[in-house]
């Protein structure tokens, strides 16, 4: 592992230690827990629900601000801004939805709601992580023997996904993930893309869902499994509701989930079957996620695709062609997958996320941190 990982992870200590410092002895509790809390520590979500943690809406401003300076170390400038915008989504989509929406609280749309938790005590050579998470945002870090080692799963989205600005412009958050996968898709040949478009219709969510860990086998699930507990009583029944419109609307049959289920064998079209160029676009679109992370760690990732990893992943689209079309994307290879989806909302409220199948949340590095402290 580079200095560079050390360099991040001492920034993110610093920022960590900050904030745990910022805080009073009723804060503590919901910010700070101790390493591992694996079951906690291994839960995430995407949905405007409990993340784990103390709220922004129950720190002071100086509080928040240190918040924000943690999740900046844990992601590139770019990511960062694209990460606050997000959050400042929430009061597009409360507007969006005329200011209807609750999830039984005060308010449904809360750009208050993102959640800071830091897993046991910055710095030094013990393991720690932390985490920033509410709606449409999934941020985790894990940090042993003073260095940054895992950083999976890293999850952005956008709902809307596209908004108009003055001008005659636009705000797409997520809109260079879509367009590289567009991009290489357009490239193919009729017989290419036949290839690598396994599904007429997307997948109503991602396939590999907010899971601790990828599953072989795995379908998307639905509304109601992705929150902290399930709603009951009214608001259940709208969950409900709400996922038989959005299946209906797809025209979602069990041939195109069959078509999109998570196999440890990749799907689509393989990199060997890809022109130089096409390679190319390929390596575009793992480092457009990889460049969510802090420039060194990013850079260290996109050196791993060399042109012979590139050649040993794999493309695969369900869905429209089109642009503001319901329509997904999967890349997947070794210790990769990468999952955009934009089917909710008529195609324009995207989720995307890259994991490591074998390694999100840095369990495997845990599980070789243990045997070598053991032997130590």
């Keep these: 592992m580079s200095p560079d990982a050390e360099n991040v992870a001492a920034r993110m200590a610093e920022a960590a230690s900050n904030f745990l410092d910022s805080l009073n002895p009723e804060q503590r509790p919901p910010a700070h827990w101790p390493f591992p809390s694996t079951e906690e520590r291994l839960r995430w979500y995407y949905t405007p ?4 943690g103390l709220p922004l809406s129950s720190m002071r401003a100086s509080q928040q601000q240190l918040a924000f300076k943690l999740l900046a170390a844990g992601l590139s400038r770019p990511a960062y801004v694209t990460a606050c915008m997000i959050v400042g989504l929430d009061n597009v989509l409360d507007e ?3 200011w209807t929406m609750r ?7 809360d750009p208050g709601l993102y959640y800071v938790r830091v897993f046991g005590n910055p710095g030094g050579r013990q393991a720690w992580s932390w985490r920033f998470g509410g709606h449409h945002i999934s941020v985790h870090h894990l940090v042993v023997d003073g260095k940054v080692r895992a950083s999976t799963p890293l999850f952005m989205g956008a709902d809307p996904a596209s908004s108009p600005l003055l001008g005659g412009n636009e705000l797409r958050p997520l809109g260079s993930t879509e367009d590289v996968g567009r ?3 357009a490239s193919l040949d009729k017989a290419a893309r036949a290839r690598a478009i396994v599904s007429p219709v997307p997948p109503y969510d991602l396939v590999s869902a907010n899971r ?3 599953e072989n086998g ?3 699930l639905k509304l109601p499994e992705i929150w902290r507990g399930r709603f009951e009583g009214a608001t259940g029944e709208l969950v409900d509701t709400l996922q038989q419109r959005l299946e209906d609307g797809l025209q979602t049959k069990t041939e195109h989930l069959e078509a999109v289920r998570f196999t440890d064998a990749p799907k689509g079209i393989n990199g060997h079957d890809l022109s130089s160029a096409q390679r190319q676009m390929l390596k575009r679109i793992i480092a457009a996620y990889f460049n969510r992370l802090p420039d060194e760690l990013a850079q260290a990732e996109i050196a791993k695709y060399t042109e012979e990893a590139v050649n040993n992943l794999s493309f695969a689209w369900a869905g429209g062609v089109e642009r503001g079309v319901p329509h997904y994307y999967r890349v997947q290879g070794p210790r990769l997958l990468i999952e955009y989806d934009n089917a909710q909302r008529a195609g324009n409220h995207a989720h995307s996320v890259w994991r490591d199948p074998d390694g999100d949340f840095g369990m495997d590095i845990l599980g070789e941190h243990h045997v070598q402290r053991a032997r130590d």
Excluded at 49 to 52: A, E, I, K, L, Y
Excluded at 103 to 109: K, L, S, T
């Design 96 to 98: 969006l939805e005329g």
């Design 103 to 109: 999830w039984e609280r005060d308010r449904g749309r």
């Design 49 to 52: 629900t409990d993340h784990g």
């Design 212 to 214: 601790s860990k990828v």
């Design 183 to 185: 991009e290489l898709l």
């Design 218 to 220: 795995a379908l998307p």
